[in-house]
């Protein structure tokens, strides 16, 4: 029964030789073989070199050079460039891409001895919320096969929370770790803006994009943290600051913690199971010895509308290298270049990476730019400016992860606008680069709800210290789907 175990729980049990890594790896394989063809959680799988990874742990435990994450077995989503594995984005642009080299991420927990299981599906260049736009197909949520698992790191959620895999890799540019977390009931992190090297990432939106670990609580969340953060002479976005020891603070007492209630994410619009449960673990938090204090971000409304336009702004002119020339898809026979480019690009790309595509090139065009992209960069700002008024006050910032649990596979596919919704208490933390959690906080129609925790910059230590706590209290993160038990 290994996959019930946490990665701390199997770290402990590598350690102590009660198990091998070949044999945890063989374990995890078996579950995919299994179960992956009802959830689709998975574009490659990689068994072979899965053991020959295990086998290299094993034999680094044996010498006693081992760390907390050696052996352990994980996914990456399919947005990470993985050597000499198919990386394909969710997107027939790169049906037929390998990548040459390593995405940092990929690379730094390769060299703390993990054991790659597979690539996991995700909505095409991670443009969704419910990973229905992928080119391999929906993602089934374990809770409910006719549900969706929420995007666009859908199948990296739901393949942790079919315990597929102990944890898995994932990136959010607007909500695409918190928000798949929230409706698999898994805990997510987005690390503030630069902590994490974005190098060999599949660009989407390069101001907001940022790489986070997905696992079954805070405690594994932290270890995985510890691993991926740091500065990247290969991204010059990332910051050269120290990494602390994500794991130290777990236990620090919460008495005293002041928790802000942004007002604007408990109107309208939240759904009255995700109320309910949101409010449950606010009152847990109060009896934790914890102070809760109303704050407003007064600007949070327009996080929705400036999303929408600095992020298909920049994916715009990002997937201007996917031209048929240099990488992926090409079609066949073109005519000229501007046919290859066009054919390539028209038949490479599903309908909502083109729309997005079309919408960033019109709002960077000239006589536009002013008013959508320059118009929207100055609002980016009042939203971020709100956040940082509102960390004077407070430690934490709490409220629903998503409005509403898992909907159906195809309820909103032909409504963009609904869809682009899911995100509305996520998007702003990406404008304004903090860092977020989405940690389970009970159910609704017997599917799970997500508590969302921001934190200032640089505070992931304290947000996984508030997420830990809550976990030591309650046992919500630890519920497994009936049939992946
Ligand atoms: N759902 C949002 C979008 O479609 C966010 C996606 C993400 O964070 N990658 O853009």
């Known amino acids: 029964m290994y996959h019930t175990k946490t990665l701390t729980e199997l770290s402990r049990m590598l350690q102590t ?11 995890f394989l078996d579950r995919i073989n299994k179960h992956d063809k009802t959830l689709n ?6 068994p072979e070199q899965a053991l020959a990874q295990a086998k290299n742990a094993d034999a680094r ?9 050696t052996g352990i077995p994980l996914a990456h989503k399919d947005i990470f460039c993985t050597l000499d594995v198919r990386t394909n984005c969710g997107s027939k642009m790169l049906d037929n891409f390998i990548s040459p080299y390593n995405a940092t991420v990929v690379e730094k927990l390769n060299a703390a001895g993990m054991v790659m299981l597979g690539k996991t599906n995700m909505d095409e260049f991670a443009m969704g919320s419910s990973n229905e736009t992928s080119f391999y197909g929906a993602v089934k949520n374990p809770w409910n096969t006719a549900a969706v698992p929420g995007g666009s790191s859908g199948g990296s959620a739901a393949a942790v929370a079919a315990r597929l895999a102990p944890v898995a890799t994932g990136t959010d540019t607007g909500g695409s770790i918190r928000q798949p977390a929230a409706l698999c009931g898994i805990t997510g992190l987005k690390p503030t803006y630069g902590r994490v090297s974005r190098y060999g990432m599949i660009a989407f939106a390069s101001s907001l994009d940022q790489a986070g670990p997905m696992a079954q609580n805070a405690e594994d969340c932290a270890l995985l943290l510890n691993a991926i953060s740091g500065f990247d002479e290969r991204d010059s976005t990332s910051l050269d600051k120290p990494v602390p020891n994500y794991s130290a603070d777990l236990n620090r007492d ?19 199971g995700v109320r309910e449960v949101v409010n449950t673990a606010i009152e847990q938090y109060r009896s934790m010895g914890a102070e809760i204090i109303e704050i407003s971000l007064p600007n949070s409304h327009l996080s929705v509308p400036v999303y929408y336009v600095v992020a298909p702004a920049e994916c715009s002119s990002n997937l201007s290298r996917f031209d048929g020339v240099r990488f992926g898809y090409r079609c066949k026979d073109p005519q000229d270049l501007e046919d290859l480019y066009k054919r390539s690009r028209g038949e490479g790309f599903g309908s909502e990476v083109k729309r997005r595509i079309m919408i960033g090139a019109y709002a960077l065009s000239a006589g536009y730019y002013d008013a959508y992209y320059l118009k929207a960069q100055q609002l980016r700002r009042m939203i971020s400016d709100d ?5 004077q006050k407070v430690d934490v910032i709490m409220g629903p992860t998503a409005p509403d649990v898992a909907f159906n596979i195809g309820e909103k596919t032909s409504d963009p606008v609904a869809m682009y919704l899911s995100d509305i208490y996520t998007i702003a933390v990406n404008l304004a680069g903090l860092p977020g959690m989405s940690i389970p906080a ?3 129609n017997k599917l799970p709800v997500g508590l969302q925790l921001i934190g200032n910059y640089f505070d992931e230590s304290r947000l996984l210290n508030v997420a830990h706590q809550y976990q030591l209290a309650t046992n919500w993160h630890k519920q497994i789907p009936e049939n992946f038990r």
């Open 17 to 27: 030789r009660e198990i091998t890594s070949v044999e945890l790896t063989r374990a």
């Open 41 to 46: 959680s998975f574009i490659t799988v990689t």
């Open 61 to 69: 435990i044996g010498r006693g050079e081992s760390g907390a994450l």
């Open 254 to 272: 919460i008495k005293g913690l002041k928790i802000g209630l942004p007002k604007e994410f408990f109107g309208e619009g939240m759904a009255p």
């Open 387 to 391: 956040f940082t008024r509102a960390f």
């Open 442 to 444: 009970g159910f609704s």
